[in-house]
Antibody, heavy 119, light 108 residues
Framework: QVHLVGSGGGVVQPGRSLRLSCAAS????????IHWVRQAPGKGLEWVAV????????YYADSVKGRFTIARDNSKNTVYLQMNSLGAADTAVYYC????????????WGQGTLVTVSS | ETVLTQSPAALSVSPGERVTLSCRAS??????LAWYQQKPGQAPRLLIY???NRATGIPARFSGSGSGTEFTLTISSLQSEDFAVYYC??????????FGQGTNVEIK
C-alpha cells in the first residue's frame, strides 16, 4: 500500500527557514517523480516544486524560486523541501505527491503538513 | 503559464441531481487534464485523468469529457458523499503544473 507521510511543519517566524520531509513506502520510490503542492487556509491548490526520480531535474513555482529547494534521498525513500526566507504568503498545508508513471497527474497524496509563518 | 478557469465557483445542488462542472484552459492542453475531489480536512482525491479516464475505485457516476481548452466533469446523480470542492489540473504545459481555483458543490 502506497504511503506518503509528510512532516516538519510548524510555526516559524518571518524570514526564518524550515525543512519539510516526505517519507514514502509501499512502492519503488526511486522510480517515481515527486511533487510538493500547497494550500493556503481556505484557498485552492498551488503547485510548488518537483524532482525527477533520479534527481536529475527539478522545477519550481515562480513564487518560491530562489527560496525553496527540493531534494531527495532514494536510499531513505524520502523527499525534502528546504524553505528559506519564509513569509506570511507561505502559510499553507504542504502536500507531497507521487506523479503517476511520469504522466503528470497525482493518484497518491500525503496527509499534508501545516506550515504557519507568524511572528 | 496555462491558466485554468473553473465555473461556476460554487453551486447548490439537491441529492440525486445531475451536476456539470466546467474547466477552461488558457491554451491547448490536448487531453492532459485531471479532476480531483477534496473534502474538508482531507487531501484531494484523484477522480479523472487524461480528461475522461476514471481513476481506480471511482464510481461510474463520475465522468469527464473534453479536449483542447474546454473540459467538463459530470456527476450523473449526486450522492451525499459527493458534496466537496472539485479541482481541475493540467499537465500538458509545464512547468508549472497548474490547478483551477475550484468549484464548491454544496447541499441545496
Amino acid at each position: 500500500q502506497v504511503h506518503l507521510v509528510g512532516s516538519g511543519g510548524g510555526v516559524v517566524q518571518p524570514g526564518r527557514s524550515l525543512r519539510l520531509s516526505c517519507a514514502a513506502s509501499g512502492f519503488t520510490f526511486s522510480s517515481y517523480t515527486i511533487h510538493w503542492v500547497r494550500q493556503a487556509p481556505g484557498k485552492g491548490l498551488e503547485w510548488v516544486a518537483v524532482i525527477w526520480s533520479d534527481a536529475t531535474e527539478e522545477y519550481y513555482a515562480d513564487s518560491v524560486k530562489g527560496r525553496f529547494t527540493i531534494a531527495r534521498d532514494n536510499s531513505k525513500n524520502t523527499v525534502y523541501l528546504q524553505m528559506n526566507s519564509l513569509g506570511a504568503a507561505d502559510t499553507a498545508v504542504y502536500y507531497c505527491l507521487r506523479e503517476e508513471n511520469n504522466r503528470g497527474y497525482f493518484q497518491y497524496w500525503g496527509q499534508g503538513t501545516l506550515v504557519t509563518v507568524s511572528s | 503559464e496555462t491558466v485554468l478557469t473553473q465555473s461556476p465557483a460554487a453551486l447548490s445542488v439537491s441529492p440525486g441531481e445531475r451536476v456539470t462542472l466546467s474547466c477552461r484552459a488558457s491554451q491547448n492542453i490536448n487531453r492532459r487534464l485531471a479532476w480531483y475531489q477534496q473534502k474538508p480536512g482531507q487531501a484531494p482525491r484523484l477522480l479523472i485523468y487524461d480528461a475522461s479516464n476514471r481513476a481506480t475505485g471511482i464510481p461510474a457516476r463520475f465522468s469527464g469529457s473534453g479536449s483542447g481548452t474546454e473540459f467538463t466533469l459530470t456527476i450523473s446523480s449526486l450522492q451525499s458523499e459527493d458534496f466537496a470542492v472539485y479541482y481541475c489540473q493540467q499537465y500538458n504545459n509545464w512547468p508549472p503544473w497548474t490547478f483551477g481555483q475550484g468549484t464548491n458543490v454544496e447541499i441545496k
